[in-house]
């Protein structure tokens, strides 16, 4: 410990170069860890706020859960045999407000259920987003496609799909709307009886459903990628630093080695100036990232959790330990002599 803080404080420059650098990179993988998490909610807070469990929809709809349709009589069925199941809809359109402006919500429907909202024919509950936006308890809002008006009971927090605020109304309402009384999906939360398998259906956990909606898929594997991209640079980084470090004091390893000190040693120093280099830098870019995630905009989907912060962290600080131990295989291979003779540079 000694001797790697001495050699940090001597090679100043050079350890700050690394610490800054691993502190930009780990600050770019927080803030787009983030921003993936903020726009899951944004993307598919409906489905994510649901317990663990099973859903279904038919197999013709090829995976595609707005081209299913449960019979009715199936349906019923499933629910009469399963205590906490429900049957859902989802389907984007449009609600105009009395000042003209016409706002784009996913409608939902469903029988009866402790985790989504159930509201009286001709009524609305509508994501909070769109309390910012103006809407106030008790407005009236309208559809071209529905005779009657909407009337807002109220707002509920986080419940987004495809980007979209969520707009809970009566299933009498949505048949008027889509001119269908079918359901497309069915839920089974775990804890139930034996999860079944329905003939004529397709089952999908809750990661697998998730999956199934393209723009959410294509989002999170785009940014999951950028992710993981970083933090194998971050290695890279330290394996060309340490490298390039070992490289300059071959003749003081040879030193070292020949009066006895062990190659073990020699990666302790390695490894307690990685920890200590990323340690300090990391603290910092989670500093900074979590006052961002308090100061950021309403308009930005940002959520960066203390968890998500914790296992970044230990995976930076396992690459770090991975790319300086590599770095460090010729110092375990030299022969003291040959390094003495090459000198120090």
């Known amino acids: ?131 910012d936006d103006g809407i106030k308890i008790g407005d009236t809002l309208t559809n071209k496609q529905y005779n009657g008006k909407f009337i807002v009971k109220g707002f509920v927090k986080q419940s987004k799909y495809s980007h979209a605020p969520v707009a809970y109304i009566n299933m009498k309402d949505y048949k008027e709307l889509y001119r269908t009384s079918d359901m497309q999906l069915i839920f089974i939360p775990k804890g139930d009886a034996e999860t079944p398998t329905i003939a004529g259906m397709q089952s999908f956990s809750n990661n697998q459903f998730l999956n199934t909606i393209s723009s959410y898929k294509a989002e999170q594997m785009s940014l999951n990628m950028i992710i993981w991209f970083l933090v194998v640079i971050s290695g890279m980084l330290f394996a060309i630093f340490f490298y390039m470090m070992n490289v300059q004091k071959m003749g003081l390893y040879g030193i070292l080695k020949a009066i006895g000190v062990k190659t073990t040693t020699l990666f302790k120093i390695m490894w307690t100036q990685m920890a200590l280099i990323t340690g300090i830098a990391l603290s910092i870019s989670i500093l900074l990232s979590q006052i961002f995630n308090r100061v950021a905009p309403k308009g930005i989907p940002f959520s960066l959790t203390t968890d998500t912060t914790v296992q970044l962290s230990l995976v930076f600080l396992i690459i770090g330990f991975i790319g300086a131990t590599l770095s460090g295989i010729q110092v375990k291979t030299v022969q003291p002599l040959q390094a003495i003779q090459q000198g120090e540079v």
Not at 6 to 21: P, V
Not at 61 to 69: G, L, V
Not at 118 to 127: A, Q, S, W
Request: net charge positive; no cysteine.
């Open 1 to 131: 410990m000694n001797i790697a803080w001495k050699e940090i404080k001597k090679n100043k420059a050079r350890f700050l170069i690394l610490g800054s650098i691993v502190f930009l990179v780990s600050l770019l993988t927080f803030i787009i860890s983030g921003l993936a998490n903020g726009l899951s909610h944004d993307s598919a807070g409906l489905i994510k706020d649901l317990p663990d469990g099973q859903f279904y929809m038919t197999k013709e709809a090829n995976q595609t859960y707005n081209m299913s349709s449960i019979d009715s009589r199936v349906q019923n069925q499933i629910l009469s045999k399963q205590k906490n199941a429900m049957a859902f809809s989802i389907q984007m359109g449009f609600l105009d407000g009395r000042d003209g402006k016409q706002r784009s919500v996913a409608f939902v429907t469903a029988t009866k259920s402790k985790w989504f909202e159930n509201v009286k024919k001709g009524e609305i509950v509508l994501d909070s987003t769109l309390k």
